[in-house]
T-cell receptor, first 112, second 113 residues
Framework: LAKTTQPISMDSYEGQEVNITCSHN???????ITWYQQFPSQGPRFIIQ???TKVTNEVASLFIPADRKSSTLSLPRVSLSDTAVYYC?????????????FGSGTRLLVRP | GAVVSQHPSWVICKSGTSVKIECRSL??????MFWYRQFPKQSLMLMAT?????????EQGVEKDKFLINHASLTLSTLTVTSAHPEDSSFYIC?????????FGQGTRLTVV
């Protein structure tokens, strides 16, 4: 299972763009990269998933370089409600029995 | 989108008693579900993989006789914490996947007094 490394914490201010980078040096060919968000006392929530290059949805963008050894989650114009823990996971997306192993995550604090 | 529901959201029990937590996939069938435990300020720790119709697979260090898992149908898995002790107090989260992504329950806060 590919191991991920993220910054433990990040601070930002409302309205700023936040980029959280995750390192996954031993990612496998079949692995996808998925980011989850977790608020206190709630289960994780899916944010975005990608395999290579760039993926964008209504809440975030995911940038993946050609070697796929890292990825960057970009949150445009964060608000106070984006304060949460963000987890980067790698694994086989299409295998329903594939177990997701969580790393330490990045605790994002958005200040007014 | 697909939803995974846990019940109860929180429970307080006396030391030595057993507590059952249910995890349901509401609009898809899940042959595999996962149970996690999370202590304050820590990440989710995978406890076991729940397999429909067969025995659960436990991660190293997780006592299978203490954390009983039953996956009797394609939409329901249960985790029973037997003879609970204060150190079992934690946030328990289940997860299930459809064809594309994993969905997580809202979690169950267990407090053993």
């Amino acid at each position: 299972l590919a191991k991920t490394t993220q910054p433990i914490s990040m601070d930002s201010y409302e309205g700023q763009e936040v980029n959280i980078t995750c390192s996954h040096n031993n990612i496998a060919t079949n692995d996808y990269i998925t980011w989850y968000q977790q608020f206190p006392s709630q289960g994780p929530r899916f944010i975005i998933q990608g395999y290579k290059t760039k993926v964008t949805n209504e809440v975030a963008s995911l940038f993946i370089p050609a070697d796929r050894k890292s990825s960057t989650l970009s949150l445009p114009r964060v608000s106070l409600s984006d304060t949460a823990v963000y987890y980067c996971l790698v694994g086989e997306s299409l295998d329903s029995s594939y177990k997701l192993i969580f790393g330490s995550g990045t605790r994002l604090l958005v200040r007014p | 989108g697909a939803v995974v529901s846990q019940h109860p959201s929180w429970v307080i029990c006396k030391s030595g008693t057993s507590v059952k937590i249910e995890c349901r996939s509401l609009d898809f069938q899940a042959t595999t579900m996962f149970w996690y435990r999370q202590f304050p300020k820590q990440s989710l720790m995978l406890m076991a993989t729940s397999n429909e119709g067969s025995k659960a697979t436990y991660e190293q260090g997780v006592e299978k006789d203490k954390f009983l898992i039953n996956h009797a149908s394609l939409t329901l898995s249960t985790l029973t914490v037997t003879s609970a002790h204060p150190e079992d107090s934690s946030f328990y989260i289940c997860s299930a996947r459809d064809d594309t992504e994993a969905f997580f329950g809202q979690g169950t806060r267990l407090t053993v007094v």
